[in-house]
């Protein structure tokens, strides 16, 4: 790959870090906000959501 290449791809990448970042931040935000009745049955999908962007942020630092 040459330098070019590189610096895109690192560009790129950084990118999709900070969009997950936001997203696991977002997803938090909305389990720490549910409210009502449906309150149980949306939160096991939002927690899954959560450790699964958390799953792929650890995949991305390796």
């Given at each position: 790959m040459n330098e070019e290449s590189a610096k895109s791809t690192i560009t790129t990448l950084d990118n999709r870090m900070v969009a997950l970042i936001d997203l696991q931040l977002t997803l938090k935000q909305i389990h720490w906000n549910v409210v009502g009745s449906n309150f149980i049955g949306v939160i096991?999908?939002?927690t899954?959501?959560?450790l699964l962007v958390s799953h792929l942020r650890s995949v991305?630092?390796?």
């Open positions: 096991p999908g939002i899954l959501a959560v991305a630092k390796i």
